[in-house]
Nanobody, 122 residues
C-alpha cells in the first residue's frame, strides 16, 4: 500500500513562499492522482489542489488559485506544492493523499498522514 509523507512546512512571513513535498513509498506512486488538503484550527479540512497521474492536469481552490502550484516527479516518487504570496489565512496543517477533492471534505474522506504545519505570521 502506498504511504505518503509530507514535509517542508514552517514559519514564513506574509508574502513569503514555501515548497511542500509529498514523498511516496513503493512503486505505485505514479498510478495515483494526488490531492493537497489543509486544515486550520477550528475549521473543516479542505482540498486546495489536485494533480493528475502525469502531472499534466491540475486544479485549485479559488482561495489559492494563482498563488499555489502543484507538480510531481514520478521518477522520484515525490509531489510538490509551491506556495507563493502566502497569507495568514493559509496557516494550517497541510496533507497529501491519493484522493482528490476541491473544497471541504469529511475527516474520513481519506487516509491521512501526519501532515506538515505551515504558519504565516509576521
Amino acid at each position: 500500500q502506498l504511504q505518503l509523507a509530507e514535509s517542508g512546512g514552517g514559519l514564513v512571513q506574509p508574502g513569503g513562499s514555501l515548497r511542500l513535498s509529498c514523498a511516496g513509498s513503493g512503486s505505485t506512486f505514479g498510478y495515483y492522482s494526488l490531492g493537497w488538503f489543509r486544515q486550520a484550527p477550528g475549521k473543516e479540512r479542505e482540498g486546495v489542489s489536485c494533480i493528475s497521474v502525469s502531472g499534466g492536469s491540475t486544479s485549485y481552490a479559488d482561495s489559492v488559485k494563482g498563488r499555489f502550484t502543484s507538480s510531481r516527479d514520478n521518477a522520484k516518487n515525490t509531489a510538490y506544492l509551491q506556495m507563493d504570496s502566502l497569507k495568514p489565512e493559509d496557516t494550517a496543517i497541510y496533507y497529501c493523499t491519493t484522493r482528490c477533492a476541491i473544497g471541504h471534505v469529511r475527516s474520513d474522506f481519506a487516509s491521512w498522514g501526519q501532515g506538515t504545519q505551515v504558519t504565516v505570521s509576521s
